[in-house]
């Protein structure tokens, strides 16, 4: 009896629709309950922000900056991505496609100018330059 439980428990474990589905709720729980974080460090001095975003899994074509108003910069990021692995042995076909959108609000103390700001991307890090509008006085 005990080795037909065993067998029974092995064979509903075995049986891959159960597996894709376990596989498929265990991704949905993953995806809706770890959202993607953009971490920021943000530098200031007297001529510029310099804003470094660290988003390493990213392609330059799904970053997008605006502007929402002169102290805030919104950072959208879009992760879309396509795995296929083929077992030729077995005749298998397995497809998994990930979409996820993260988007971050980027708030200034003081307006920046949004003219002449450079943005560059490379090796995960995006840095952006935003020269400021405010002017120091010097004191005499």
Not at 79 to 105: C, G, L, P, W
């Amino acid at each position: 009896m005990k080795k037909d439980l065993s067998h029974m428990l092995d064979s509903f474990f075995d049986d891959r629709s159960l597996k894709k589905l376990l596989y498929t709720l265990d991704e949905y729980v993953h995806r809706t309950f770890s959202p993607v974080y953009i971490p920021i460090d943000v530098r200031e001095t007297k001529e510029e922000y310099v804003i470094i975003a660290h988003i390493p899994n990213a392609k330059r074509e799904n970053i997008h900056l605006q502007f929402v108003d002169d102290t805030r910069l919104l950072l959208s990021v879009v992760y879309d991505e396509q795995i296929e692995t083929i077992d030729d042995e077995n005749k298998f076909v397995h497809r998994q496609r990930t979409y996820e959108r993260a988007m971050k609000s980027i708030f200034l103390p003081y307006p920046v100018s949004q003219t002449n700001i450079q943005a560059s991307f490379q090796d995960g890090k995006l840095i952006i330059r935003l020269p400021q509008k405010k002017t120091f006085i010097p004191i005499e």
